[in-house]
């Protein structure tokens, strides 16, 4: 599972996820200036979850090329994207949001996701997840 194989389409190339990320996003006319959609991973380290990610986005997105985000310690020490899986793992851009990951596919187009703390409640972070991707999340706060 999660082993490199080009797809004749083009499409992303791992395997079936081994679990179902918890993802929600935006419908694919909605434009936005905040975030396109939000990811709730299981555990502190995220790249351990990044194949399955990767896979849920492909649809979406296309081929993933690159992730950058501001990784935690132990998410780099332990990292499960290698050079044969065709994405660059980076660090956060120049603005970027501590929170959000970028994920670009081909022709600079890009997702960009609210990463909820893996140790929110349920409710909480299904809150987050709805409100993220909300119009209203959107509209600035009176």
């Given at each position: 599972?999660?082993?490199?194989?080009?797809?004749?389409?083009?499409?992303?190339?791992f395997d079936r996820?081994?679990?179902?990320?918890?993802?929600?996003?935006?419908?694919?006319?909605?434009?936005?200036?905040?975030?396109?959609?939000?990811?709730?991973?299981?555990?502190?380290?995220?790249?351990?979850?990044?194949?399955?990610?990767?896979?849920?986005?492909?649809?979406?997105?296309?081929?993933?090329?690159?992730?950058?985000?501001?990784?935690?310690?132990?998410?780099?020490s332990q990292r499960?994207?290698?050079?044969?899986?065709?994405?660059?793992?980076?660090?956060?851009?120049?603005?970027?949001?501590?929170?959000?990951?970028?994920?670009?596919?081909?022709?600079?187009?890009?997702?960009?996701?609210?990463?909820?703390?893996?140790?929110?409640?349920?409710?909480?972070?299904?809150?987050?997840?709805?409100?993220?991707?909300?119009?209203?999340?959107?509209?600035?706060?009176?």
């Open positions: 599972m999660g082993r490199f194989q080009a797809g004749a389409d083009g499409g992303q190339p996820p081994t679990r179902t990320p918890r993802l929600l996003l935006r419908d694919r006319d909605e434009e936005s200036g905040g975030v396109d959609g939000a990811w709730w991973p299981r555990t502190d380290n995220l790249t351990t979850e990044l194949h399955d990610l990767v896979t849920a986005l492909t649809t979406r997105l296309g081929t993933t090329a690159r992730i950058s985000f501001d990784w935690n310690s132990l998410s780099l499960r994207i290698d050079a044969p899986d065709g994405i660059e793992v980076t660090g956060p851009l120049p603005g970027q949001p501590p929170q959000v990951m970028y994920v670009f596919g081909p022709h600079d187009r890009r997702l960009r996701l609210l990463v909820i703390d893996p140790a929110t409640t349920t409710d909480r972070a299904e809150a987050q997840m709805r409100r993220a991707i909300s119009a209203i999340a959107d509209q600035p706060e009176p």
